[in-house]
């Protein structure tokens, strides 16, 4: 109310100074008519007798001059009252004119607004039909996030489930390779000590660190591939929440755009009830387009901001591109909307402020208007009574539109704090979505990085097999150095052969010897010294053969324990074929084969000892059939033997009846199982040497005792 009689006031001011002058000559003009209608109320008797006394009394002369000088001063009066009543009624009609073309414009300023009310509703129908195709789109983009996050996730176990049983095959492949490597090793190393390669060994070691550094690795990898799934389902909960809010908040702003509904049909049906009511309902309609248009400006900058969050969130630059056109596009008709309503306003309260200044001059002129008769002062009356109560009545819808307008007012504060507020969340919200970019920025590097870790890993496996492939060389090597032994063996056993024949030769000879009887009486000294040699000898065999014998039964236990290896080892070829049929069936034929070569060689070493084992039978056979020779008890007729050739048979004999041979028979006994059969073999052609060295010996003392053409003969014999 201040407000208004504020703009009164200035209107007052500002007006013309045409109408201050009419509205001087209009007091003044009162003024006079108020003193002539005192100086009639004083001259009542005058007033209403003058015709009737002219008519019947005779006046004299001075009393008509006064009478006429009375009539022409009441004549003037009365004519500058009527000129006065004149003016009066021009400015009444051009008051009621002025009135007329106010109504009409209020009239059209009315029609306009409904025009506008009725663009208002069709933009806020359109505006909710892009707030559902927004909200359908909204949902597309969740979907087709979840749908890419889901894809990305399962495309990263798979790739993680193929690297880690790659990795698993390969380890088991290496650690496959790694076993027959150390028992191809282990037993190279068995067979010839001398071929140990340190590097190897070396090797094996840090491939075996290599490998575990590697699942450590792997582990390490899985653990934090699993963190961070957890970390982006986690983001996405909260992504989901700040949506169901978001729609939460459109709700809310629809149920706002039906209570501006619901006003505008409140204000029509005022508008319609009373034309007396206009600046009322003017002022109404000014307040409710406002909180209209506040909020279809709040509608329009929440449309905004998810089209914002919707160019955020999809992914296409297309898209991007098309909401951000669309968003410039509601922008351009927020403000010419914002501009509309700006007008009108302006319009209205112009109009409003014409409306309120004819009301007021109106009462005043009803105020300062005359009162010639009692009827007309009840008619004026009445009239200003009506026009009180309809100004109670005015005043009273103002005040409840004003307090309308507060509660209103108080709503868009409520929903410019939830706008804030929502803005708040989402800002939050794409704060979130920029860590978790970041984190998915992180994981597609650390993705690389294993990528790049797994392209390490295997071109270290490439290594690895370059390596084995050294390795295998290596072994053929040794398999090529195991041959040549074997070459070698076959060697000494062809000598052992020629041996043998010499051995049938010298038992010719011996035939010879027995035949010879007479001269081998002459050296029995020698032949006993030899035969005490022949003794140690035997005695040495006999303890060698002993050794042979527990280390033949030795070896038969170790062909045991390898036959039952050699089970054990095919029942876990053949559990192992049940698991892995593919992959290590090679391996396990491999390492058959190689237990079956061991088998063989096993069977060969036994064999080679049971054929020594017998030549040392026959070869004690033959010593003891030589000690029981007819004639070694003692004869008197003996050739006297010098000291320096007993002593040196002495010494030949002992040296050929060294136990060097036995310890390193032992030793190679003890050290594997071909060097034994080597050197049992060894050992024997070096005894059977030394018998074949005695028995020269002894062909020797012959020649001596008979002449030097049968010396020669015995000699061309050997």
């Known amino acids: 109310m201040d407000k208004k009689k504020w703009l009164w006031k200035r209107k007052s001011s500002e007006r013309s100074p045409g109408e201050t002058d009419s509205s001087g000559s209009i007091s003044s003009n009162s003024e006079r008519y108020s003193d002539e209608q005192e100086e009639v109320k004083s001259?009542?008797?005058h007033s209403i007798e003058s015709p009737e006394v002219t008519s019947k009394v005779l006046i004299s002369d001075d009393e008509v001059a006064e009478s006429v000088k009375n009539l022409t001063a009441k004549l003037s009066a009365a004519l500058v009252n009527v000129s006065v009543k004149e003016d009066l009624v021009k400015q009444h009609a051009k008051v009621a004119e002025e009135a007329v073309a106010g109504?009409?414009?209020?009239?059209?300023?009315?029609?306009?607004?409904?025009?506008?009310?009725?663009?208002?509703?069709?933009?806020?129908?359109?505006?909710?039909?892009r707030v559902n195709h927004l909200d359908c789109a909204l949902k597309e983009c969740v979907r087709q996030l979840r749908q890419a996050k889901d894809e990305q996730e399962q495309k990263i176990q798979d790739a993680v489930a193929q690297k880690s049983s790659e990795f698993e095959t390969i380890k088991a492949q290496l650690e496959n390779q790694i076993l027959q490597l150390e028992t191809n090793i282990q037993a190279s190393v068995a067979q010839n000590s001398t071929f140990v390669d340190p590097e190897i060994l070396q090797k094996m070691d840090f491939l075996e660190k290599e490998n575990s550094v590697l699942k450590f690795e792997l582990d390490f990898h899985n653990e934090e591939l699993q963190k961070r799934t957890i970390e982006r389902d986690l983001s996405t909960q909260a992504a989901e929440?700040?949506?169901?809010?978001?729609?939460?908040?459109?709700?809310?702003?629809?149920?706002?755009?039906?209570?501006?509904?619901?006003?505008?049909?409140?204000?029509?049906?005022?508008?319609?009830?009373?034309?007396?009511?206009?600046?009322?309902?003017?002022?109404?309609?000014?307040?409710?387009?406002?909180?209209?248009?506040?909020?279809?400006?709040?509608?329009i900058i929440m449309k905004d901001a998810s089209a914002h969050k919707?160019?955020?969130?999809?992914?296409?630059?297309?898209?991007?591109?098309?909401?951000?056109?669309?968003?410039?596009?509601?922008?351009?008709?927020?403000?010419?909307?914002?501009?509309?309503?700006?007008?009108?306003?302006?319009?209205?309260?112009?109009?409003?402020?014409?409306?309120?200044?004819?009301?007021?001059?109106?009462?005043?002129?009803?105020?300062?208007?005359?009162?010639?008769?009692?009827?007309?002062?009840?008619?004026?009356?009445?009239?200003?009574?009506?026009?009180?109560?309809?100004?109670?009545?005015?005043?009273?819808?103002?005040?409840?539109?004003?307090?309308?307008?507060?509660?209103?007012?108080?709503?868009?504060?409520?929903?410019?704090?939830?706008?804030?507020?929502?803005?708040?969340?989402?800002?939050?919200?794409?704060e979130e979505k920029t860590e978790l970019e970041e984190r998915l920025g992180l994981i597609e590097e650390e993705k690389t990085e294993l990528e790049e870790r797994l392209g390490t890993t295997e071109v270290e496996k490439t290594e690895l097999q370059e390596r084995m492939?050294?390795?295998?060389?290596?072994?053929?090597?040794?398999?090529?150095?195991?041959?040549?032994?074997?070459?070698?063996?076959?060697?000494?056993?062809?000598?052992?052969?020629?041996?043998?024949?010499?051995?049938?030769?010298?038992?010719?000879?011996l035939q010879l010897v027995s035949e010879a009887k007479e001269l081998l009486e002459f050296q029995l000294i020698g032949i006993e010294v030899e035969a005490r040699s022949l003794k140690a000898n035997v005695d040495t065999l006999t303890i060698e053969v002993q050794k042979e014998?527990?280390?033949?039964?030795?070896?038969?236990?170790?062909?045991?324990?390898?036959?039952?290896?050699?089970?054990?080892?095919?029942?876990?070829?053949?559990?192992?074929q049940t698991a892995n049929a593919n992959s290590d069936l090679k391996i396990k034929q491999e390492d058959l084969v190689v237990a079956a070569d061991k088998l063989a060689e096993c069977q060969q070493t036994i064999a080679s000892l049971g054929?020594?084992?017998?030549?040392?039978?026959?070869?004690?056979?033959?010593?003891?059939?030589?000690?029981?020779?007819?004639?070694?008890?003692?004869?008197?007729?003996?050739?006297?033997?010098?000291s320096s050739e007993f002593n040196r048979l002495k010494s030949e004999s002992g040296t050929s009846s060294k136990p060097g041979n036995l310890t390193s028979l032992s030793k190679n006994g003890a050290g594997g199982e071909s060097p034994t059969s080597s050197s049992s073999s060894s050992n024997s052609s070096a005894n059977?040497?030394?018998?074949?060295?005695?028995?020269?010996?002894?062909?020797?003392?012959?020649?001596?005792?008979?002449?030097?053409?049968?010396?020669?003969?015995?000699?061309?014999?050997?």
Not at 262 to 270: D, E, G, T
Not at 615 to 642: M, R, W
């Open 241 to 299: 929440a700040a949506s169901k809010q978001q729609l939460e908040s459109i709700k809310k702003i629809a149920r706002l755009a039906a209570e501006c509904r619901r006003l505008q049909s409140v204000i029509r049906k005022l508008s319609t009830t009373s034309n007396n009511k206009s600046a009322a309902s003017s002022v109404s309609a000014e307040s409710v387009t406002g909180s209209q248009t506040d909020s279809v400006d709040h509608i």
């Open 103 to 129: 109504w009409e414009k209020a009239e059209n300023e009315a029609t306009i607004l409904k025009q506008q009310l009725d663009t208002a509703v069709q933009q806020n129908l359109a505006l909710e039909v």
């Open 611 to 642: 054929r020594q084992l017998k030549s040392l039978a026959t070869l004690e056979d033959f010593l003891i059939d030589t000690s029981n020779l007819p004639g070694f008890s003692g004869n008197k007729h003996l050739v006297p033997v010098s």
């Open 688 to 718: 059977n040497i030394t018998g074949s060295q005695g028995r020269n010996n002894f062909t020797r003392l012959f020649s001596r005792s008979k002449g030097g053409n049968q010396v020669e003969s015995h000699h061309h014999i050997e």
């Open 310 to 430: 919707l160019s955020k969130l999809e992914p296409n630059e297309f898209e991007r591109n098309h909401s951000d056109s669309w968003a410039s596009a509601l922008i351009a008709e927020l403000d010419q909307f914002k501009n509309d309503k700006v007008k009108s306003k302006d319009f209205l309260g112009s109009s409003a402020k014409i409306d309120m200044m004819d009301d007021f001059l109106e009462m005043e002129r009803l105020v300062a208007s005359p009162q010639p008769q009692n009827g007309h002062k009840y008619v004026e009356s009445e009239t200003t009574a009506d026009e009180l109560s309809i100004e109670k009545h005015s005043k009273g819808e103002l005040e409840t539109m004003i307090h309308r307008l507060s509660n209103l007012e108080e709503r868009l504060g409520m929903i410019e704090e939830e706008k804030n507020e929502l803005e708040e969340r989402l800002g939050t919200i794409e």
């Open 469 to 509: 492939g050294s390795i295998e060389e290596e072994k053929k090597q040794l398999e090529h150095e195991l041959s040549e032994s074997k070459d070698s063996l076959m060697a000494s056993q062809a000598q052992l052969t020629e041996t043998e024949i010499r051995l049938k030769d010298l038992q010719k000879e």
């Open 43 to 45: 001259y009542p008797n």
């Open 549 to 576: 014998k527990t280390f033949a039964s030795e070896m038969a236990v170790k062909c045991e324990d390898l036959e039952k290896e050699l089970l054990r080892k095919s029942e876990e070829i053949v559990l192992q």
